[in-house]
């Protein structure tokens, strides 16, 4: 039974998240993590939660958000460096140093990630693969308990 228990407690989690989106939203807005708002919704829509014309106008500027313009602006980034980086690993630190450039905590999450796994390259290569994940990862571990 402690499987069952534990599937119940996750969509416990993911239905008081999505239940309420906007305040949910806005408190992924406080902690600077806007990049996983539009996961949220995402989880919302899969949930078959009803997404109102004035909820969908209240959420687009937090889906519009600086902190989401600069996370897609880092994995751009991740993106154009990752087939540089397999023949010049010392591009490394000029990606750091544009992703420590950018606002939010995912971009600097992953710069961390990638300053730590600079020696090895496949571990290097993994890190900017999933980079597009860091947001979908942190919702469901920090925020669903997953």
């Known amino acids: 039974m402690p499987l069952v228990y534990d599937v119940q407690r996750k969509l416990q989690a993911l239905e008081g998240a999505t239940a ?9 807005r406080r902690l600077e ?10 989880c919302a829509r899969l949930m078959e939660v009803e997404i109102t014309k004035k909820m969908q106008f209240d959420l687009k ?3 519009e958000s600086t902190l989401v313009a600069h ?6 980034q991740v993106e154009g460096y990752r087939q540089r ?12 140093a544009k ?6 905590v995912f971009p600097r999450e992953l710069s961390e990630k990638i300053r730590a796994n600079a020696s090895d390259p496949t571990a290097l290569d993994t ?5 597009a994940d860091l947001p979908r990862l942190w919702l469901a571990s920090e925020r669903f308990g997953w």
């Open 61 to 63: 500027p937090l889906l």
């Open 71 to 76: 996370w897609q602006r880092a994995l751009k």
């Open 99 to 104: 992703l420590e450039a950018l606002k939010g």
């Open 85 to 96: 980086l397999r023949k010049e690993p010392p591009l490394v630190e000029e990606l750091v």
């Open 127 to 131: 890190v900017l693969a999933q980079a």
């Open 20 to 28: 309420d989106l906007l305040v949910t939203s806005l408190e992924l």
């Open 33 to 42: 993590r806007d990049p996983a708002i539009p996961v949220l919704v995402e």
